[in-house]
């Protein structure tokens, strides 16, 4: 794609200069407002952006999304097309090389996937150190981390040869650290992948194989999980490829980065919406309950978690493929006494001028918690699933940005609003932290939750 340059003309009010800022695609640099001064000392005119709602940090090839229209890209793929034809290790090729394999491609492409499933014996050690009711998701963000100290080479980023291994390994191993952290922590023995099996085949085999010689995943349950993956599996500048990108961008090796970028997604605010979906529809309790806690919604007191996005303003398209997976996996399963409520709780809104001015449409995390539940995964399992189909998405991201030029390690400025210059004051002669006199640490220490017996 072609760059797109024309100008903006700023006028400085504070000296009546003009600068002319070039825009190239749509964009200007944040640095050229750096020649915007007053004086010869300034150091120049800064853009301020919390949270980076509008400013983007890369130039990136891999996702393409339109929150206005719906529409969601997989390297100019459509999440429809592949959703309904492709597979998940297709996807995860088409991410991290740009472009579909041919069938050779592919066979050695899921032939690596499925021979680097294992973990050293050490980690089932690791594991078994965590107390028995650790968050799958807290093992996960340790265990993903400590590999890189079982692969000292994974530190060679600069080898194009080296950087397949380690993402071959990520993909490879995060389904049965995953599935070794939820045996965990129901007391489980750990089952060992199934060579003959898919790669959502076999981590359904690492989740539920009990005393059978040979696990066989149901197909439409297998299919269901397989296609989920796809559509968690890259989602542009989120807040975890941000945290995978600015830790890559320190040159850390790629276990380091995946480590911060599946802590970013445990945050509930990231990783946890669906699991605040199941809370909601629990508390509505019944489908004669909607209009009440709509009219709740409406006034401030309660939240409509499942809808808006911070950038879709149209149906998450993504929550319209979820609708068709859901009927495969309600055939199995039987139907989810959640689901005629959630999709009554759908009709309602989107039929009410309240949500639909403020373009309020159901997100992929709508649906997925009450399908997770329905196959029998518990909650705290939702954000381990989501970080299974984002990996090839976070390693993208990753090696885009090692392969950029233009990028140096994240160093984000900020605006001071502190204390300008002040002397040391002994401590005899201090009054305590703030006008008050009260240390504000121990206030709110005094105020925390009961206390817990040491363990």
Request: aromatic fraction near 10%.
């Amino acid at each position: 794609m072609s760059e797109q340059v024309s100008t903006l003309t700023v006028t400085d009010n504070r000296t009546g200069k003009t600068y002319e800022i070039p825009v190239t695609d749509g964009a200007v640099r944040a640095s050229a407002f750096r020649s915007i001064k007053t004086s010869d000392d300034d150091f120049g005119l800064m853009t301020y952006d919390p949270a980076f709602t509008n400013t983007a940090s890369c130039r990136s090839a891999i996702t393409y999304i339109d929150g206005d229209a719906g529409i969601l890209r997989y390297r100019g793929y459509p999440i429809q097309e592949l959703a309904e034809k492709s597979s998940f290790l297709e996807v995860a090729y088409l991410l991290l090389a740009g472009e579909l394999p041919s069938a050779e491609e592919l066979s050695t492409w899921e032939d690596e996937i499925t021979h680097h499933t294992l973990v050293h014996e050490s980690i089932k050690k690791f594991i078994d150190g965590f107390h028995h009711d650790a968050h799958p998701m807290g093992m996960l963000v340790s265990t993903v981390g400590a590999l890189s100290t079982f692969y000292p080479d994974a530190k060679t980023i600069d080898d194009p040869g080296l950087r397949r291994l380690q993402i071959v390994r990520l993909i490879a191993k995060i389904t049965t650290l995953a599935a070794f952290s939820y045996r965990h922590s129901v007391g489980f023995p750990y089952v060992y992948p199934d060579n003959d099996l898919s790669y959502a085949g076999n981590f359904l085999n690492m989740m539920w194989k009990a005393t059978e010689l040979k696990y066989e995943p149901d197909p439409n349950l297998e299919h269901a999980l397989d296609v989920l993956f796809i559509l968690h599996a890259d989602h542009e500048q989120n807040c975890s490829a941000n945290a995978m990108r600015a830790v890559g961008s320190s040159q850390a090796d790629p276990f380091s980065a995946a480590a911060a970028a599946i802590s970013a997604l445990y945050g509930p605010l990231h990783g946890g919406a669906n699991e605040q979906v199941l809370r909601m529809l629990s508390e509505i309790g019944s489908v004669e309950n909607i209009p009440a806690f709509i009219a709740q919604v409406k006034d401030g007191k309660k939240k409509l978690m499942g809808f808006g996005h911070r950038v879709y303003k149209n149906y998450d398209p993504r929550a319209r493929v979820i609708r068709q997976v859901a009927d495969e996996v309600f055939k199995v399963t039987g139907t989810n006494p959640f689901l005629d409520l959630a999709m009554e709780l759908e009709r309602i809104a989107l039929e009410d001028e309240y949500f639909v001015a403020r373009k309020l449409y159901p997100n992929v995390d709508f649906y997925t918690g009450i399908i997770y539940q329905a196959m029998g995964f518990p909650v705290e399992m939702f954000p381990v699933l989501f970080a299974i189909g984002r990996m090839p998405g976070w390693l993208a991201q990753w090696e885009e940005g090692l392969l950029d030029p233009e990028q140096k390690i994240a160093r984000p400025r900020q605006l001071y609003i502190g204390y300008d210059q002040r002397s040391y004051v002994p401590i005899d002669d201090r009054s305590g932290v703030g006008d008050s006199g009260i240390d504000p640490i121990a206030a709110q220490a005094a105020q925390a939750a009961p206390e817990r017996p040491l363990r």
